[in-house]
Nanobody, 124 residues
Framework: QVQLVESGGGSVQAGGSLRLSCAAS????????MGWFRQAPGKEREGVAA???????SYTDSVKGRFTISKDNAKSTLYLQMNGLKPEDTALYYC??????????????????WGQGTQVTVSS
């Protein structure tokens, strides 16, 4: 069973930074495509960033240049460094993993294992 545990959410003012973490099993971390997603109230879940087994990354346009997805091989942990946060970044952020993605994507429909989510709130 794939287990993903997120941490690091919180409340910050616009322009601030947060780092989200997602702990996974070593097997998942090494063999699955992993990503970060978010869902704001009343909106559909959207992809934020994804990283494949080889470290290639993909970002949604709205976070390019502000967010960075990365992995710590020694800790089997996925990160999302978020800088220059904006109020529109406010959402519940999820870590997810996929063993069915063939081409790196941030489409939520292709991720089949999900964490419980961590809240990020950005005030103006």
């Amino acid at each position: 069973q794939v287990q993903l545990v997120e941490s690091g959410g919180g409340s910050v003012q616009a322009g601030g930074s947060l780092r989200l973490s997602c702990a996974a099993s070593t097997y998942t971390y090494r063999t699955y495509c992993m990503g970060w997603f978010r869902q704001a109230p009343g909106k559909e879940r959207e992809g934020v960033a994804a990283i494949d087994r080889d470290g290639a990354t993909s970002y949604t346009d709205s976070v390019k240049g502000r967010f960075t997805i990365s992995k710590d091989n020694a800790k089997s942990t996925l990160y999302l460094q978020m800088n220059g946060l904006k109020p529109e970044d406010t959402a519940l952020y999820y870590c997810a993993a996929s063993n069915i993605v063939v081409v790196l994507t941030t489409s939520p429909r292709l991720y089949n294992y999900w964490g419980q989510g961590t809240q990020v709130t950005v005030s103006s």
